[in-house]
């Protein structure tokens, strides 16, 4: 690929791919690329001609205690996967070229879900990455943009945000991708020890356990989901929430429909997120 790390090249050359009637699909990431990372890519690859994958640790979405400087950035290695799956854009900017005045005077609000979950525990963290995804979309002007579900509520807030702004984008949506024993993989699992590895398969089994139980109704489902939580002693639970998928606020405990569970813990140092959809009946 070639990487760019330059805003008005970027544009140039994209500019010209579309001139020849070419369709471009951007892939936000914060790099240290995974599998997770190129399924995206490959859907990108199926709905348009010119694949710009960009990869940005993103100072504005990370609080001041969180891991903004030992993030893993490994551009190299993440440049030679792109290659592999023949993708013709890497876009790898600076801070300084993003943000060449440090912080911006102007910034998404993302509204009242992005102080829930995630948001909750990292405040300000989805105004950061709405206004980073904003300036991405305003860069490269793609005509459909890949997230993950992994990141469920990033999801929901960028469909907000991209109908709120009307902004001329498709937002295509890939399923959690996962390593065999069912761990999310995650540029952070990195992070894990090999207790803190196996415990994490807590996440997904207390998905599953709410999963098995959802045909009991919600009270059941958080439970066996919390129990499974609970016995697991090196998982420092942070939220666990059935969601309403068309809102993103808790579901009460009579709501009949499709929900999603989410789940946040630490392990060690390091927070994973995951989630899984689910009916509850
Ligand atoms: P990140 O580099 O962590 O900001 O993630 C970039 C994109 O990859 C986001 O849209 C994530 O939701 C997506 N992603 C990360 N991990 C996974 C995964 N395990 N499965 C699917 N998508 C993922």
Known sequence: PLVVDSIVELRSLLKAERAMGRSI???PTMGALHDGHLALVARARDLADVVVVSIFVNPLQFGPHEDLDRYPRTLEADVERLGAFAVPFVFAPTAAEMYPAGEPQTRIAAGSVANL?????RPGHFDGMLTVVAKLLGIAQPATVIFG????????LVKRMITDLNLPVKVEVVPI???????ALS???RYLDA???QAALV????LGAAAAS????TDAAMAAARSALAGEPLAHLDYLELVNPATFLPVGNAYRGDAIALVAARFGSTRLIDNRALTLS
């Open 25 to 27: 699909a951007l892939v």
């Open 117 to 121: 979950y995630e948001g909750a525990s």
């Open 149 to 156: 579900r992994k990141d469920a509520q990033q999801v929901f």
């Open 177 to 183: 991708v996962r390593d065999d024993d069912g761990l």
């Open 187 to 189: 540029s952070r699992n």
């Open 195 to 197: 207790n803190d590895r």
């Open 203 to 206: 996440l997904s089994s207390a």
């Open 214 to 217: 959802s045909h009991q109704g």
